[in-house]
């Protein structure tokens, strides 16, 4: 029986290999299932159907819709908007395809949670909380609760937030 010289046989593997990827390229693997992206401004409208071209204007519509593995949603990062955000586990992602909450355009938009909590996050999965400024009435004016609270959730990420205004936690998990 007789062997091949290992330098002979890793020079064949190298070979080999780029002479497959020249011919026969490998496609970029991509997420089996894109959302859908909705997008908030304080000059949109609840009745429009919340795209960048018919954004919505309030927290309760987006509040209202059931959001899907994938969907993202935008809040103009010029703008406030008031009212409390919830979502739960009917507004679950998926390890591929997270639900992701934003902000578009100049600076983080602002969540006026008033003297609620701004953001609450309740038996949810994968969703991702990015560039958005939570703020409350303030503790010596009537707020008494968290700015963000995470409850009974999984693979919730959070980053870039600004969370001041409220009397108990900024970020409760």
Not at 60 to 75: A, S
Not at 140 to 151: C, L
């Amino acid at each position: 029986m007789k062997f091949i010289n290992s330098t002979h046989f890793f020079t064949i593997a190298v070979f080999l290999i780029a002479a497959f990827s020249c011919r026969h390229r490998m496609p970029i693997q991509q997420t089996p299932f894109k959302g859908n992206a909705y997008y908030l401004t304080s000059e949109g409208n609840d009745a429009a159907t919340g795209l960048k071209d018919q954004p919505w204007k309030s927290i309760e519509k987006l509040n209202g819709i059931r959001l899907k593995p994938g969907d993202t949603v935008f809040f103009d990062g010029s703008q406030t908007f008031r009212g409390s955000l919830l979502f739960d586990s009917a507004d679950a992602g998926t390890k591929e395809n997270p639900v992701i909450i934003t902000s578009f355009g100049n600076g983080n938009a602002i969540i006026n949670g008033g003297d609620l909590t701004a953001l609450t996050i309740n038996k949810a999965a994968y969703l991702k909380i990015h560039q958005l400024h939570f703020i409350g009435s303030g503790r010596k004016n009537g707020n008494t609760q968290d700015g963000v609270a995470i409850t009974n959730s999984r693979q919730i990420e959070v980053d870039s937030l600004n969370v001041s205004g409220f009397q108990k936690a900024g970020l409760r998990v």
